[in-house]
């Protein structure tokens, strides 16, 4: 809205204070979603860094248990999860 050349009336500064009291209200919302935000991006960094921890350690030492603990023989090259598989 431009103002220039324009007497403010009441009818203006209502809208004008409209606006005012709009734009604290969604400032208020928007800080709440970006700590929301920042809470989510957060919980999801640890959740990949615990799968990853999953997939690269504890799955290829558990198949390991288990195929030693069946298997008479050796196990190389018999894992699945494992990084060195061929």
């Known amino acids: 809205m431009n103002l220039s050349g324009k007497e403010i ?3 203006i ?4 204070e409209t606006f ?8 208020a919302l928007l800080e ?8 989510t991006m957060t ?8 799968q990853e921890l999953l997939i690269s350690y504890l799955l290829p030492e558990y198949e390991k248990y ?3 603990e ?4 050796p196990t190389d090259g018999k894992l ?7």
């Not at 709440?32 to 809470?39: E, L, V």
């Open 9 to 11: 009336n009441p009818a």
């Open 13 to 16: 500064e209502g809208k004008i």
């Open 20 to 27: 005012f009291q709009y734009l604290k209200r969604v400032g």
């Open 32 to 39: 709440n979603y970006q700590d929301f935000t920042k809470k």
């Open 43 to 50: 919980m999801k960094e640890s959740c990949n860094k615990q």
């Open 66 to 68: 288990c195929l030693t």
């Open 70 to 73: 069946y298997l008479s023989g």
């Open 80 to 86: 699945i999860f494992s990084a060195t598989t061929d």
